[in-house]
């Protein structure tokens, strides 16, 4: 394959001869030393020796958010070539290590199909897999609620329980364990959220919780608190309606946020059949740019009906939401919810 294919060589263990032929090396040999946006070997395993150490405290988070962009996903693809034993020198991935890359990752840059951001998020997936059976699943949960924000603890939660692509495995008991509580988690602030109705911050990703929480919690207990929110408070179903309205970022010059479909299968899943906003109307004249909570349950109005064909998103668990709930779903194709730099939110290329 790499002799018919050169390009995908730099992907290749075996390719790893860090001559002149390797791009990640290529430069060096011209700037006779380590360019300023390279990072030598010798100089990365030292941070990653202090990362083992001191995680979130150490060098390497302060070197992943300083300098240039092009040197932090440098470094990213360099230790994750190492700690999959694709590259010499080898590296065990250690708590400390993922401690480290965890606290740096809000800083990265997030420009670009696949950002430092990106590459950061799917490294902390594959290495909460791997930590997860030795640490177990309480240091784990502990690392992730410490050193992040709940969103960025779900997003990696979510790459590390996604069945292995190479070996169909499926996720470590202990993974779906720390899930399980992220989930529980991921419901709370939806419902908290659910409670300050307009006023509340629309940048949370609550599509994304509404996901996680359906996915690895228990949707009969999900249920019974929304119908209980429902009866005891001023929130209305328009108002879940509202949380579940997805949003794509349409990339451009200038990239734009918008209202981009509804995720009919979560709905369906928490919303007894019966309720009359499966029958309200569509809506006509909708700002899809306006992403205010009143503008979203104005947007949700009429989304169940059959007729609805037009903006609609990728179901996120082809495997889970229609199967369960029987309905068809909003979906033409299959994505996945951490595919842009927001959680739960999609890229569409204009």
Known sequence: MEELFPAVARFSAHARVKGVSDPDYFARYFAQGI????????????????ADARGANSDLTTFLTTGKHSRTDLTLRKMAMWTAGESQPSRLI???????????????DTNGLFSPRDRAISWL????R?????????????????EADLATALEVVWAAAK?????????????????????????????????????????????????????????????AQLLDLF???????????????TIATIMAAAPIRRLHGFDRSSFSLLIPADDPFYHLPLQEGVDTKDLAW????FYSRG????????????DTDPASSDAKTGHGGCCTAHADPIASNRPGEFVLHG
């Open 35 to 50: 360019p300023p946006d390279d990072v030598s070997d010798t100089a990365l395993a030292a941070l990653m020796d202090d």
């Open 94 to 108: 250690t708590l400390g290590l993922f401690e480290a890359v965890l606290a740096a990752r809000h800083s990265l």
């Open 125 to 128: 997936g594959v290495a909460a």
């Open 130 to 146: 791997q930590l997860a059976p030795d640490v177990g699943a309480s240091p784990l949960l502990a690392a992730l609620t410490s």
């Open 163 to 223: 069945m292995d692509a190479h070996t169909n495995a499926p996720a470590p008991r202990e993974v779906l364990t720390v899930a399980e509580r992220l989930a529980e988690q991921a419901v709370h602030e939806l419902l908290t959220g659910l409670r300050r109705r307009d006023d509340d911050d629309q940048e949370i990703p609550y599509h994304f919780h509404l996901l996680f929480g359906v996915k690895y919690g228990n949707t009969a207990d999900i249920r």
């Open 231 to 245: 009866s005891t408070t001023e929130v209305t179903v328009e108002d879940f309606a509202a949380r579940c309205v």
């Open 294 to 297: 009143a503008n979203r349950r």
């Open 303 to 314: 989304r169940l009906s059959s007729d609805v064909i037009d903006d609609r998103i990728a």
